[in-house]
């Protein structure tokens, strides 16, 4: 049986040029051309509140345990926590976390911010280079060190235990990740009521003075 530390990092964010995709992953999900199901199993989740990690079965392939966060430019190792936006100037998220190979349960996850710390470690270069390259790529993970999900209680962040994602028995919806474009309302060609009355005075008042005029000058 394989480690329970045996984990690795994973991270699905988007750029300002490059929609939301995986940018890093373990080389057996690439192997196994398995980055759709970690695309489909993290994509329709919101925000993730602080201490609370989200754990998932896919398929029976692998476990996830991950977090739902905004991203800022001190994820691409810049002194600042500033949001970073797209081209519509709308905050990008991050869905970071680790992944492990074969089934993985919830009773057996134990992870500290201490430990999530090491994610945003071995994430934050990757990320970088994606945020200011043209081409995108996947990037190889590393695994996580024996120590990531040897949590002591109470410091152990809260774990939420997602059903299990299983490929083709989950209907395709957009994610709240990705902003949906709608287009902008026509504009109504019809005349309205009030519309119609300001047109029937201003016609009466033409009239009106038309009369009077005619009265005046002949």
Not at 55 to 69: A, C, M, Y
Not at 90 to 95: G, T, V
Request: hydrophobic share 40%.
């Amino acid at each position: 049986m394989k480690s329970v530390s045996n984990l690795y990092p994973f991270l699905i964010s988007r750029s300002v040029d490059f929609d939301y995709r995986v940018i890093v992953s373990p080389r057996f999900l690439l192997d196994k051309k398995l980055l759709h199901l970690l695309m489909a199993a993290t994509g329709n989740e919101q925000e993730t509140r602080p201490r609370l990690v989200l754990h998932r079965q896919v398929s029976e392939e692998f476990t996830l345990i991950f977090r739902v966060e905004v991203a800022t430019r001190k994820n691409i190792g810049e002194d600042s926590s500033e949001i970073l936006r797209d081209n519509g100037f709308r905050p990008i998220y991050m869905i970071l976390g680790a992944v492990y190979e074969g089934s993985l349960s919830r009773e057996k996850v134990k992870i500290t911010s201490e430990n999530f710390q090491e994610i945003y470690s071995k994430i934050r270069e990757k990320y970088t280079s994606f945020w200011n390259e043209e081409n995108a790529q996947v990037f190889l993970s590393n695994s996580l060190s024996p120590e990531f999900n040897k949590g002591v209680f109470p410091e152990t962040f809260e774990v939420q235990t997602l059903p299990a994602y299983e490929e083709g028995f989950h209907q395709k919806e957009p994610s709240p990740l990705i902003p949906q474009i709608r287009p902008a309302p026509r504009k109504s060609k019809r005349i309205n009521n009030v519309q119609l009355i300001f047109l029937a005075i201003l016609a009466a008042s033409f009239l009106v003075a038309g009369s009077v005029l005619n009265k005046f000058f002949f």
